[in-house]
């Protein structure tokens, strides 16, 4: 059974500062995914990584997939209230499999 | 932008009643996918639909749970006698064939099973 653990699994930081949350697992997945949840509402993609090492920027979210496949990591510098919520990683292991979801990190961002 | 639909937004039934969930996905998405999310709980896969055939499945769905590309745009899934226990957010997922795995997913329908 492939498992995705996220941490920390909630976070209450100032707004201005910078965090980053990881999502590790001990498989090996094709793609991963960084999904935002708003209570009540359905996961919206942020981002996929696909390639060991291959880093992506959606403005000030820094998503990073490691060497090997098996983690992933989310930094956020200057985070803002906005940024408050949910955040999701997903794994596929194949090109249209299913996803493996970790339980996710819920961020306060405090202004 | 194209988005993934589906409806009711929210449904509360009778233990034992069957209950049809829909979506529509992205049009020109090829793969399309459930999955729940039981309150507190991680998503979960269910089951994934390709060229009108189910590719894969979850323990979790049963002879209970039927899915179906009745028409070119909706995808439906079927609970024939709902259990309390499947009271969740219900989620239907959709992507394209890009040679990797990219799934949009839909705002969720709630069913309440009492």
């Known amino acids: 059974t492939q498992l995705l653990e996220q941490s920390p699994q909630f976070l209450s930081i100032q707004e201005g500062e910078n965090l980053t949350v990881y999502c590790n697992s001990s498989?090996?997945?094709?793609?991963l995914q960084w999904y935002r949840q708003e209570p009540g509402e359905g996961p919206v993609l942020l981002v996929t990584?696909?390639?060991?090492?291959e880093v992506k920027k959606l403005k000030r979210l820094t998503f990073q997939f490691g060497d090997a496949r098996k983690d992933s990591s989310l930094h956020i510098t200057a985070a803002q209230p906005g940024d408050t919520g949910l955040y999701l990683c997903?794994?596929?292991?194949?090109?249209?499999?299913?996803?493996?979801f970790g339980k996710g990190i819920t961020l306060s961002v405090r202004p | 932008e194209p988005e993934v639909t589906q409806t009711p937004s929210h449904q509360v039934t009778q233990m034992g009643q069957e209950v049809i969930l829909r979506c529509v996905p992205i049009?020109?998405?090829?793969?399309f996918y459930w999955y729940r999310q039981i309150l507190g709980q991680k998503v979960e896969f269910l089951v994934s639909?390709?060229?009108?055939?189910?590719?894969?499945k979850s323990e979790i769905f049963d002879d209970q749970f039927s899915v179906e590309r009745p028409d070119g745009s909706n995808f439906t899934l079927k609970i024939r006698s709902t259990k309390l226990e499947d009271s969740a957010m219900y989620f239907c997922?959709?992507?394209?064939?890009?040679?990797?795995?990219?799934?949009?997913f839909g705002p969720g329908t709630r069913l309440t099973v009492l």
């Open positions: 997903a794994g596929g292991t194949g090109a249209n499999s299913k996803l493996t």
């Open positions: 990584v696909v390639t060991g090492g």
């Open positions: 498989s090996v997945f094709s793609s």
């Open positions: 997922a959709s992507s394209e064939d890009l040679g990797y795995n990219e799934q949009f």
């Open positions: 049009s020109n998405h090829l793969y």
């Open positions: 639909f390709y060229n009108n055939e189910i590719s894969e």
